[in-house]
């Protein structure tokens, strides 16, 4: 349900019409003496066109098939308590607010007067509010546990990546990658980094994403050719209790000495002398120090089991592109924009699921051919992946369960397969993205799109330009087709001044939209907009956005916990940029990060002093912090044996593990190449504690 300051940035006509009874079709017949059974005393403005699409009845609009649900053909069945929540034509306002009785009493609101009244069965008939300015996150009701803090500050102009991603380990740690400079002093060639962040606000700690196979962080040049290459991905086991993760990149490690330990990359598959495909490693971190641990070595995940043959496309073999997630049974998945042409004849969204040691659990599978952004996610039980207009269903071993067009299945409220096309990007859809979490079978769609009045075009304000929203939708998993689609709303609010014929749209320029869903299907949509002075001129530079809603599984609604706010204290109308939001969240926590050029003081009215696209991050507090009810991941004992001989102690354990230590009780600390059994030490060393920590 969207509040009463949901708006829309475009005039309403309204059209009156009068009561004219004639013999229709059944149902299609209007009923005069339902007039009596909305809000009082103007509810009835609208006449019969508040259910019908003519006044002498018709077909029914969005608001009457509602209504119809809870009356019979000619009965006299009250219908208002069930349908004032809903929003039946989809355009944010409820149809209490539209009708003037938003408590859903049956009387019309104080202060609501016959011209107020607006059409609940037309999206492009709303109410008149005040214009909306988004304020800052304390003005939302928020605390900040996090200031903007700036990332990977290398003092140069940073390489054109797009944007950074993020994720959470267990419950309790966020981390975000973003791409940064090579360590060799050239500023000019590429490198992936991870940054973590206890959810409680400790120091932030930053290492290279990637470990050589001696298991040492590698800060080095990773990719063969283009040194701007697409952005390194990560993502956390969400499972609490986990520290598991695994990070991916587009780039070409089989050139670089220190992941030469093995014969991985000479088994006969020629990645040629630049080739760059999807690489990635599974790594598990320390609760407390936050040190990274090698699980595997980087791979090839989508041809690293290739024996012969070549690939089709020279340089770009396989793309990020794609993404990487952790499934509910804590093994990763991986989706790359494969250009190889080993596993289809063209180019596709091609697949694999690895276990936490970097072992396969099913080898590579085209999802669909086509060029994917992201766009992939975890769910309770499987996984989703977006590819064009379609999101692909599967259980956790890979097999498909069912599917959904987002032009065919959905509502036309939401769809126009059509120019004037108003739908959710069909396309490769780097600005609308899908989230879920591993402890709910729903999957969220978010983006910008236009919007459709109930004749099916295109709305547009006064100056004639399409009207965007950023809008959310809803998805079963456990349900195929437009089945699937169980609910959606309006996320962003419209700046509107109807004030007659001089008014001016304030209507935000919309770019890239992002989300993440928590364990309670609590969904935070972080998106980029452009504020409009009154002249509908842009008033500066785009800045990043946040609004947090909560979905109701059972109704399909969603309820705003917020409203939209500034998600950094760097926000300004001149020369602040806040860009390509990514989003993380607990039940506790939100992290949203993205680049841009920000005052490093947080002082914005003092202007920018960052390079260019410098990646940065803040943490706040949820609106709504509950425990986290997603099930643990449950941890079984090593087995761990000691013995002494010829003046070394040996320990010797199974399972993945890591040794830490401390010569005091008050440690300890990451024994140095202590991730693997067996580790031995001199007998006559000074006195100290041993740990066998070990990590799902």
Not at 68 to 76: A, I, L, P, Y
Not at 97 to 109: F, K, R, Y
Not at 181 to 208: I, K
Not at 600 to 609: F, I, K, R
Request: glycine share 12%; proline share 6%; with cysteine.
């Amino acid at each position: 349900m969207m509040n009463k300051k949901s708006q829309r940035s475009f005039i309403a006509t309204l059209v009156l019409s009068t009561l004219t009874l004639v013999p229709g079709d059944g149902d299609l017949q209007a009923r005069s003496f339902r007039m009596a059974l909305l809000p009082q005393p103007d509810g009835d403005r609208l006449s019969c066109t508040t259910c019908h699409t003519r006044s002498s009845g018709g077909p029914r609009n969005a608001f009457g098939n509602d209504v119809g649900q809870f009356v019979t053909r000619n009965g006299r069945q009250t219908f208002w308590a069930q349908v004032f929540e809903l929003d039946s034509d989809g355009d944010g306002f409820t149809n209490g607010q539209e009708l003037g009785d938003a408590d859903g009493d049956g009387q019309q609101d104080p202060g609501i007067t016959r011209s107020d009244i607006t059409h609940p069965g037309d999206a492009g008939s709303f109410p008149v509010v005040p214009p909306f300015s988004p304020g800052s996150l304390e003005d939302a009701g928020l605390s900040r546990i996090v200031a903007d803090t700036i990332l990977f500050d290398t003092g140069e102009n940073n390489l054109d990546n797009w944007e950074p991603f993020s994720s959470v380990i267990g419950n309790s740690i966020f981390v975000v990658e973003a791409n940064t400079f090579a360590d060799d002093g050239e500023f000019s060639n590429q490198n992936y980094a991870l940054a973590f962040q206890h959810v409680d606000g400790r120091e932030v700690v930053t290492r290279p994403a990637f470990s050589g196979d001696d298991g040492n962080p590698y800060a080095g040049p990773i990719n063969g050719s283009r040194q701007n290459g697409n952005p390194g991905r990560v993502a956390g086991d969400r499972r609490p209790g986990s520290m598991n993760y695994i990070v991916g990149g587009e780039a070409s490690p089989h050139l670089f000495d220190p992941f030469q330990s093995d014969d991985r990359w000479n088994l006969g598959f020629d990645r040629g002398e630049g080739g760059r495909y999807g690489a990635v490693q599974t790594f598990s971190i320390a609760p407390e120090s936050l040190a990274a641990s090698p699980l595997s070595h980087a791979l090839d995940a989508v041809n690293g089991r290739q024996t012969s043959g070549a690939s089709d496309n020279v340089g770009e073999i396989g793309r990020f592109g794609g993404d990487v997630t952790a499934l509910d049974n804590g093994n990763f998945l991986v989706v790359v924009d494969d250009r190889s042409g080993v596993h289809a004849t063209e180019r596709s969204a091609t697949g694999v699921i690895l276990a936490p040691d970097g072992s396969v659990v099913k080898e590579s599978f085209v999802v669909a051919k086509g060029q994917i952004w992201s766009n992939i996610t975890a769910y309770q039980g499987g996984f989703a992946v977006r590819l064009g207009p379609v999101l692909y269903f599967h259980d956790n071993d890979g097999t498909p369960t069912g599917q959904v067009d987002i032009v065919n299945d959905l509502p036309l409220a939401l769809s126009n397969p059509e120019p004037p096309s108003v739908t959710f990007d069909t396309g490769r859809g780097d600005g609308t993205r899908i989230a879920g979490h591993i402890n709910s079978p729903f999957v969220f769609l978010a983006g910008a799109m236009g919007i459709l009045d109930e004749t099916g075009f295109a709305v547009e304000d006064q100056d004639a330009n399409e009207v965007r929203i950023i809008r959310v939708a809803a998805f079963d998993t456990r349900r195929s087709g437009a089945d699937s689609f169980v609910g959606t709303t309006v996320v962003n609010e419209l700046a509107t001044d109807l004030g007659g014929s001089e008014s001016q749209s304030f209507l935000p320029e919309l770019g890239r939209t992002n989300l993440a869903v928590d364990a309670l299907n609590r969904v935070a949509v972080a998106y980029e907009g452009t504020q409009r002075d009154e002249f509908g001129d842009s008033l500066g530079l785009p800045q990043t956005f946040v609004r947090v809603l909560a979905f109701d599984a059972g109704s399909g609604e969603f309820t705003p916990l917020t409203a939209s706010f500034f998600a950094y204290h760097n926000q300004n109308d001149e020369d602040i940029r806040t860009i390509r939001p990514t989003v993380a969240m607990t039940t506790k926590e939100i992290l949203v990060a993205g680049k841009g050029e920000i005052n490093s003081d947080n002082l914005p009215d003092q202007g920018p002093d960052t390079p260019s696209q410098t990646t940065f991050f803040t943490v706040f507090r949820h609106p709504d912090p509950q425990e986290d009810p997603t099930p643990a991941v449950v941890l079984e004992a090593p087995e761990l044996a000691i013995s002494a001989n010829a003046g070394q102690i040996t320990i010797t354990w199974e399972g993945g593990a890591t040794l830490m230590s401390a010569d005091t009780l008050s440690g300890p600390f990451e024994v140095v190449d202590g991730a693997a059994s067996p580790f031995s030490t001199p007998a006559d060393q000074a006195t100290a504690f041993y740990i066998l920590h070990h990590r799902p």
